[in-house]
């Protein structure tokens, strides 16, 4: 069953001033019916939050942790709940 969820993902490392929310944002969109955000947090990490088909997050997860993301990735923390709606899209806070 591949039912909706909601995946909020911490990204440590040399993540913010290098384009890892645009390309966030993209690989959202490449993989489909994701909606959230990507932002970036004043500790420097960015908070990702995907709503959508379970296996879709689990796609990004991925993406987050092992893709060829731009700047370097040291740790990736997620935690996984109910989706809670009120998304547009794909955005970049």
């Given at each position: 069953?591949?039912?909706?969820?909601?995946?909020?993902?911490?990204?440590?490392?040399?993540?913010?001033?290098?384009?890892?929310?645009?390309?966030?944002?993209?690989?959202?969109?490449?993989?489909?019916?994701?909606?959230?955000?990507?932002?970036?947090?004043?500790?420097?990490?960015?908070?990702?939050?995907?709503?959508?088909?379970?296996?879709?997050?689990?796609?990004?997860?991925?993406?987050?942790?092992?893709?060829?993301?731009?700047?370097?990735?040291?740790g990736v923390t997620e935690?996984?709940?109910?989706?809670?709606?009120?998304?547009?899209?794909?955005?970049?806070?």
């Amino acid at each position: 069953m591949n039912e909706n969820v909601r995946l909020t993902a911490w990204v440590r490392g040399h993540v913010q001033g290098v384009g890892f929310r645009w390309f966030t944002r993209a690989n959202a969109l490449r993989i489909g019916d994701l909606i959230g955000f990507a932002s970036n947090l004043s500790d420097g990490r960015v908070q990702v939050v995907a709503e959508g088909p379970r296996q879709g997050c689990e796609l990004l997860l991925e993406w987050l942790r092992t893709g060829d993301t731009p700047g370097r990735v040291d740790g990736v923390t997620e935690i996984w709940d109910r989706p809670k709606g009120g998304y547009e899209g794909f955005e970049i806070r």
